[in-house]
DNA sequence: ATCGAAAACGTAGACGTTTTCGTTTCCGAT
DNA sequence: ATCGGAAACGAAAACGTCTACGTTTTCGAT
């Protein structure tokens, strides 16, 4: 077996084995009291970047400026003791050697990163990404970066997520619940740490935590009315799960503009939807071959509502003529459909802006004051209803 | 003036000032060597948290598993110098104890952050969200969080962006050029950077950076010769800004498709727009009047074909008998429109996972090839065309 | 000239990890 | 029993910043 040199001094004689370092034996001449690893590898890993790459650190303006590492950060931070002319001098340096802080090592110290995680359940849905933008403008402008998880609406990933974004490395949590989520355990748990959450657009009703909305309640109301004005009677509505703050709120806004005209409530009119094609398409075939009737639906988005009137079309059923349709939410396909669809405009983007301004506020303030603000939106009147 | 007092011996004869806090007046008292500061506001500050807040650190544990640090760094990482017992006791204790590890000061030390910037003109542009979408679905699996930037397709933001993302805290750059920008220096200067960098569907030519490109000239190419095939003979084409290598490419995919079917090129029927509806509108105006014989345009986006087909129904010229209408990218609104539209299917989603996919592999690899992918695309025929 | 306040600067941690370089303990073979 | 190698562990430095606590210098008032 051969023996294993030093390469100091080439001998094997005084070689002792020295523990282990990512697997690989790590050896000690106790001649040269060196330690070493007998790694061909290494030597192939030739660094990609220059040396030059290193970022200069305070510690380099404090060595160019010959002053204390204390001296640079107060010259950096603008902070009163120091001496102007040290202070411009090292803040002078700063810009010629092209110092960047880092901002590891900063939110270390400070605890805090400038960061603000956002929790969503999807990006190919319009009023996702609207809301998003408004989010990470809001952000943007205030400073803050963005961190976005999807959750795909599925539950666990959504828990994953919270659990991931909460952990370290966010200030706030920005988060719409996934269609699956009924319990909030997995939000709860976090509620009293120091790190601010909103909830956006769908929120888990009874959790004390503050609450961006958009007018689901009189939305619904107001389309419902409008519908009723137009002469429908029949009206029929798409819903999401049960649980969600959102169907609970259209639900009802629609039951006070049914009440306040004195039509009958009918549950068999309500279907509730996971947002896929399919159980918005059964829905539809379920309403016309039990409600010959009906004259009028009003759909959970505009994309839904898009889906309707196009199966309408196919089946030669007029609209609006026999069937009146409504979207909601004023997505930019609304406007391209023959005919053009009426919706109401909740106003997505605000929702997203009012959210990321909310948790901003709360995380510079400090305060965890829980409030609900409703977006308020408004009926865009179109084609077809 | 009443004198300071020392909060410990309560006396003022040994007090001295002692510098400046933040601005506040800092004392000393030389009897009890005691440091303070006279701040009424400080009594206010009750933490909303509670001590239990405090995260647990690798330093706990030690302390619990009655080792030193360095074994709970070992066990947690399950390195293989540790004994088995010790080691599975650590990872207990860590899971009772609820032990998150920093990622802030694994960072640091790490010099590694896990994170991956993205520079996106728009989020509220279907096309982008879609690749976004890609993009942080293929970065999740792999581990990887993601931060938005989005630069409004302004060039000035651009270059701000990837000055704040590239500065620090990400491990690299996904980048999706602004319409204005058409110099690219503030990217080279990153280049031979440590951090890798991936331009995608928009991407500067020229650059010695990874790109993954949508198949722009083959797809172009394949709907301008359907187009022919079908009759069309005056073909007119939307097209974004010259710089763009989509721009650039599409055009070389219509002439291809021009000259291998011997129609004359003209370029009058080209028109360089902006995205904005305005722009559309004026390109399409300008080509009814000045081309009665048009009979198909190839839009830049299946947006902007939606609003031409919309038009052209307004102005009662039937689309597809009289003007053939294609769109780009096959995005949800296609399906919708009255008549169907007939787009080429640029596979907006793999773009971005594919983007991702190669960021990733170079972050791991280390390598920095400069690989060009184009993601192949398919022609989606439906009833506009 | 002297003294004290104020200004200006420095030292030495701390933040929470990982890693390098050690040492100590254990154990089987002689 | 002893010795060498392996296994198991620890001390300390490092990542780059901020800050609590000191010290030194300056300077105006006496």
Redesign the pocket.
């Known amino acids: 077996m051969a023996r294993v040199k030093c390469p100091i001094c080439n001998k094997t004689e005084n070689i002792?084995?020295?523990?282990?370092?990512r697997n690989k034996?790590r050896y000690?001449c106790k001649n040269c009291?060196y330690?070493f690893i007998t790694d061909k590898k290494k030597k192939n890993k030739i660094p990609f970047f220059e040396k030059s790459d290193k970022?200069i650190?305070?510690?380099d303006i404090a060595r160019a400026a010959g002053?204390?590492?204390?001296?640079v950060?107060?010259a950096?931070?603008n902070r009163s003791?120091?001496?102007?002319n040290?202070g411009r001098k090292i803040k002078e340096l700063a810009v010629t050697m092209n110092y960047q802080?880092?901002i590891l090592?900063?939110s270390?110290?400070?605890r805090t990163t400038h960061t603000l995680g956002v929790i969503i359940p999807s990006l190919e849905t319009t009023i996702f990404s609207t809301m998003l933008s408004g989010i990470q403008e809001v952000a943007a402008t205030a400073g803050y970066r963005v961190i976005i998880c999807t959750s795909n609406e599925k539950h666990e990933r959504e828990v994953a997520n919270i659990q991931a974004l909460m952990n370290n490395m966010i200030d706030g949590l920005l988060i719409c619940h996934s269609i699956h989520t009924s319990t909030f355990e997995h939000l709860r748990v976090h509620m009293n740490k120091r790190i601010p959450i909103v909830q956006f657009y769908r929120v888990a009703v009874g959790l004390n935590v503050p609450q961006i909305l958009a007018e689901d309640e009189a939305g619904a109301e107001a389309v419902t009315d409008y519908l009723i004005k137009k002469g429908s009677q029949k009206i029929a509505m798409l819903l999401g799960p049960k649980e969600l703050s959102l169907t609970q709120n259209r639900l009802k806004g629609y039951q006070n503009a049914l009440r306040k005209n004195k039509i009958k409530f009918d549950k068999n009119l309500l279907a509730h939807v996971d947002f896929s094609d399919e159980s918005v398409y059964t829905s539809l075939d379920n309403w016309l071959s039990r409600f010959p009737e009906l004259d009028a639906i009003i759909s959970i988005s505009d994309k839904s509502a898009a889906q309707i009137i196009t199966k309408l079309k196919n089946k030669k059923i007029n609209v609006p003529k026999k069937i009146r349709v409504v979207g909601f939410g004023n997505e930019f396909v609304g406007e391209m459909l023959d005919p053009k669809l009426t919706t109401f405009d909740t106003q997505t983007r605000h929702i997203g802006e009012e959210s990321s301004r909310l948790l901003i506020e709360q995380i510079i303030s400090g305060k965890r004051d829980i409030i609900t603000k409703v977006v308020p939106g408004k009926l865009i009147i179109r084609d077809s209803a």
């Open positions: 002792l084995k020295a523990g282990l370092i034996q000690n009291n330690h970022q650190t305070m510690l002053v204390s590492i204390t001296t950060s107060r950096l931070n003791d120091i001496n102007v040290t802080p880092n090592a900063q270390l110290v400070n």
